[in-house]
């Protein structure tokens, strides 16, 4: 029998364990892994060959488009897939095409009952010798893109280059988003200490961010395998998010190495509390702000570049997203009891020694 006041722990249990399974089992969407060729010319008839990821073999109705922007697309001539992962696709490219870029990238977009819909954002790039606005506004060749299929089954977006580590997201960024939650609980417990002089509120700072920073080692963790699968190395200088995210773990850090450096009980536990303070207020601005503020981040969300939008996180990957977001701080949470705990349990036998 669950004792009442242990519910959230028996549902932070439950929620990881949806996330687990959900995260693990849940296929990819159909995605496009290499377009060839990738570079064509303007007035040609041109055949490319698709390598597609988790499709099905559809002889009937595949259909395909080069979007070249909001109004105007040019359809597929002739569709043939060559085996369940392998499309062949035919395309008349107009002469004239209605930019005034000599050459542009544009996404290929296929779509058919079977696999649903897909696309791959700058997936080839096509020259025209010249420039004729006119021409190809009178161009009956362009069309809309129309009759695309869209599947309501349960996928997760694919992503060119980080094909299945997008489930590492259930693990690496609810990690750091729990980190936060607890180290803002271990800053709550320091001014109730500073506030009322109560050491058990000392002991709570201790545990929260024992576990916060522990939180932070794994998101780490996390991070550096993914940037090895997606980026081709563990870290990277370059990478701003990295770099105060380090700092802000050192900053942490700090903070155990100040407490050692008391013998005095009140006077460590005050310090601490006025440090703890300190290093979440300087975490934020670190983790949150200065990010933001760097173009060329590769880190979604910052820099330019947009997080937890369409291109980052789709409503199917919400149903585990932000359940994994509550399991882990609740995961976090009970960690923190159970060092408090034991912190307590120290502290009354050093009292009654």
């Known amino acids: ?202 002991l709570n700072a201790l545990s929260f961010t024992r576990v916060g920073v522990l939180f932070g080692i794994l998101g780490c963790v996390t991070g550096a395998i993914w940037a090895k699968n997606t980026w081709g190395t563990w870290w990277t200088f370059s990478e701003i998010k990295l770099n105060v995210s380090a700092i802000a773990m050192l900053i942490y850090l700090a903070y155990f190495v100040l407490r050692n450096s008391f013998e005095d009980e009140e006077k460590r536990a005050r310090v601490s509390a006025v440090y703890n303070i300190f290093a979440f207020v300087a975490m934020v601005p670190l983790l949150f702000v200065i990010p933001r503020m760097v173009d060329g981040s590769l880190h979604p969300g910052n820099g330019g570049n947009p997080g937890f939008g369409g291109e980052d996180l789709d409503n199917h990957m919400r149903k585990v997203f932000y359940p994994a977001i509550i399991g882990w701080t609740l995961l976090g949470m009970w960690l923190s009891t159970l060092m408090y705990r034991i912190e307590r349990l120290n502290f009354k036998l050093m009292d009654d020694e």
């Open 1 to 202: 029998m669950i004792e009442k006041q242990s519910w959230w722990k028996a549902l932070g249990v439950i929620i990881l364990l949806y996330v687990f399974v959900m995260g693990m089992v849940t296929p990819l969407g159909s995605g496009i892994l290499e377009v060839e060729p990738r570079s064509i010319e303007s007035g040609t008839q041109s055949t490319f060959v698709v390598n597609t990821y988790n499709t099905l073999q559809n002889i009937e109705s595949t259909n395909a488009w080069i979007r070249l922007d909001s109004v105007n697309a040019i359809k597929a001539k002739e569709t043939k897939w060559l085996s369940d992962n392998q499309l062949k696709i035919t395309f008349d490219i107009p002469t004239y095409l209605p930019t005034e870029n000599l050459t542009d990238m544009y996404s290929l977009i296929i779509s058919d009952p079977e696999n649903g819909a897909f696309v791959r954002p700058s997936a080839l790039s096509i020259t025209q010798k010249n420039v004729n606005l006119e021409a190809a506004a009178n161009d009956e060749a362009f069309t809309n893109i129309e009759g695309v299929h869209i599947k309501d089954k349960m996928a997760f977006p694919f992503r060119a280059l980080i094909y299945e580590t997008i489930r590492n997201t259930y693990f690496h960024v609810p990690l750091w988003f729990a980190m936060v939650f607890i180290f803002m609980a271990s800053m709550i417990q320091s001014g109730q200490f500073l506030r009322t002089g109560d050491p058990m509120h000392d």
